[in-house]
């Protein structure tokens, strides 16, 4: 932790726009809501909020957990912001079902929101290793740290 309680992985993060499972969920979170302007899409109110959501979710509970400044919280809203990946991958088939989105469009978003799950899955496991004491393979710039 540093001197405003914020926790950050082996002391390297110091925002949370540095972590790159925000900064994926950010690109997705973009290209869900630039889909969703399109046709008929754009005209079913309640899957294109719902979808919405669900990707901002995601961006929203990285950020927010990695603020708490605790390992435990962040690890707990890590588990929402996965959840909430697979809730959009969910939403992701629906679109396609309903003929919103052409079977490139969907596998495009469906591999951006499968990736961006592996990745705040690694973050979790990282945080669940640091909040238990355990520092031994933990490499932050594997899946924590930005380039």
């Known amino acids: ?17 540095e972590l790159i499972a925000w900064q994926k969920a950010r690109q997705l979170t973009a290209e869900i809501y ?20 669900a990707a901002v979710s995601i961006m929203s509970n990285i950020a927010e957990g ?31 079902d309903a003929g919103y989105l052409r079977e490139e469009e969907f596998t495009e978003l469906m591999a951006k929101a499968s990736e961006v799950a592996l ?15 355990i520092n031994h393979s933990l490499s932050p710039q594997s899946s924590v740290r930005s380039t």
């Not at 630039?34 to 294109?48: E, Q």
């Not at 962040?74 to 629906?94: D, M, N």
């Not at 990745?119 to 290793?129: D, N």
């Open 119 to 133: 990745i705040v899955g690694g973050l979790r496991a990282a945080v669940e290793r640091k909040r238990d004491g």
């Open 34 to 53: 630039r889909i969703t302007t399109y046709d008929k899409f754009a005209r079913d109110f309640g899957l294109k909020d719902q979808i919405r959501r």
């Open 66 to 96: 990695f603020e708490r400044g605790r390992p435990s919280e962040f690890h707990q809203f890590l588990s929402v912001a996965k959840a909430s990946c697979a809730e959009l991958r969910s939403q992701l088939y629906v679109a396609l």
């Open 1 to 17: 932790m540093n001197t405003k309680g914020q926790f950050h992985m082996a002391n390297r993060i110091d925002k949370f726009e």
